[in-house]
């Protein structure tokens, strides 16, 4: 039954997270789904937030275009959010964790930019450097996103 629970928790989530990158879609880099995976670290655990944020690439990818950088995104993502729950847990402040998962959100573009400059043949510091922006606009939302969705986990978890 306990199986049975979490996967169907796991992919109501991931599904909640497709429709949401798919729904902001109009607004490069400024999508609620980094925020998210960021709270379910604190709702669940990292290994669903992996799983999640895995899911929710593999399936928007074949839906807005499916290639290897979705195997980029994958990793750079468990990546951050394995820096964020090993930080969380010294961390409890709200505004504390809204900075680091600002600054990982900015770590990831980073990150994401070395595979996205490998696969378009291109060098890696005039491309990350010409990506900054996105990076900034994706950090940015996050942090917005992060506290909402935080307490509206929280809330939905006390009952």
Do not use: E
């Amino acid at each position: 039954m306990m199986m049975t629970t979490r996967l169907t928790r796991l992919a109501i989530l991931t599904a909640l997270a497709c429709v949401l990158r798919l729904t902001f879609g109009a607004f490069p880099n400024v999508k609620p789904i980094t925020a998210l995976f960021f709270v379910l670290i604190l709702a669940y655990s990292l290994a669903d937030a992996i799983v999640v944020s895995s899911l929710t690439m593999l399936v928007t990818g074949f839906l807005m275009g499916f290639s290897v950088i979705i195997l980029g995104q994958m990793i750079s993502y468990a990546l951050i959010l394995s820096l964020g729950a090993f930080i969380f847990k010294w961390l409890k402040p709200m505004i504390l964790r809204t900075l680091v998962v600002f600054v990982l959100t900015m770590f990831y573009g980073f990150i994401i930019s070395i595979f996205s400059a490998q696969l378009f043949g291109s060098q890696f510091w005039p491309f990350w450097l010409s990506g900054l922006t996105f990076d900034l606009a994706h950090a940015v939302s996050t942090a917005l996103f992060f506290p909402i969705l935080a307490t509206i986990f929280k809330n939905i978890l006390k009952t």
